[in-house]
């Protein structure tokens, strides 16, 4: 069993930055590669991005890249997503989540153990 516990989420002018964070406890974090997802209200939850276990690996929805970037310290059983030139539309509840494999994956049914979401609102 893996819990995770997510924050660093809050209010943010459009052009500002947030940084969230994922502590995970319970099994060998390193094992586990990592996801961040989102969820904006009366829509489907939708992947940003993933990191694999070892943290050389990473991938990123084409709606973030080059404004997002994930990151994980295994030292410290924590995964980050940097997030920089936010716009109303990041706004969303962001998920982490782990995956019982070492590579990055993009589908949410590849997650075993979600955290229980932090609150990101981009005001215009």
């Known amino acids: 069993q893996v819990h995770l516990v997510e924050s660093g989420g809050g209010l943010v002018q459009a052009g500002g930055s947030l940084r969230l964070s994922c502590a995970a406890s319970g099994r060998a974090f390193s094992n586990f590669a990592m996801g961040w997802f989102r969820q904006a209200p009366g829509k489907e939850r939708e992947f940003v991005t993933t990191?694999?276990?070892?943290?050389?690996?990473?991938h990123y929805a084409d709606s973030v890249k080059g404004r997002f970037t994930i990151s994980r310290d295994n030292a410290k059983n924590t995964a980050y997503l940097q997030m920089n030139s936010l716009k109303p539309e990041d706004t969303a509840v962001y998920y982490c989540a782990a995956a019982s494999t070492p590579y990055t994956r993009t589908a949410g049914d590849a997650y075993d153990y979600w955290g229980q979401g932090t609150q990101v609102t981009v005001s215009s």
């Open positions: 990191i694999g276990s070892s943290g050389r690996s990473t």
